[in-house]
């Protein structure tokens, strides 16, 4: 083989095997979208924030912001699942049909509702009948002196002391703490030793003695 027809064969096979690449990486590109948009309550249509979405099967994903907001980059033919505490998990297909680099959509979701047992009252017909059955009845000395002994200041202190926080508390000290850094994103904290509010409650403590060793 001449070399001129060499080379001239040798750039040809390079010159394809960049166009497959080329064609390649231009087809999956054109797979992946921006997908943004809002997440609100079905009802009320209030933003949620910090909900959890995340393409189903895979553990890629984002979540809202306080607002409601989220973007991210996906698949068209990927099925996202948008969850969050108290409400019900929406499953959300990318739509195939739709042109462009870019999907906006709004994603509502319902509150989650579930069924409690049955709860029976039973009352006095008067408000005069049951007060008498209240002052009438005889507590035994034990029972009594349980009773006293289970309301004492300490033992509900340290019954409270050793109570762990719920869900909700958890999730309203999580939401204040990104509140706060939000809200003095970009700015010096305020120093506590300056700060008033917080004098008064350290001398309160104080004087209830709150600060005292066990």
Known sequence: MKPYKFLTLLSFLILSTGFIKVSAQSRNDSD??????FVVNHDSTKTIPFATIRINGTSRG????????????AKRSDVLVFTCIGFEPRYFKIPASEKGSKIKSVVALQLDSFIMED???????????????????????DAYELAQNNLRRKPLADIA????????ENARWRFNDYANKAYYNGQPQPIPVLDVMAWSKFIKALENGDLKRK
């Open 161 to 168: 002391g050793n109570l762990s926080y719920d869900a909700e």
């Open 32 to 37: 992946l979208v921006q997908f943004t948009g």
């Open 62 to 73: 984002t979540y809202s912001d306080m607002q409601g907001y989220f973007s991210f980059v």
């Open 119 to 141: 709860v029976v009252i039973h009352g006095y017909p008067t408000p005069e009948q049951m007060d008498y059955m209240f002052s009438r009845t005889n507590i035994p000395d």
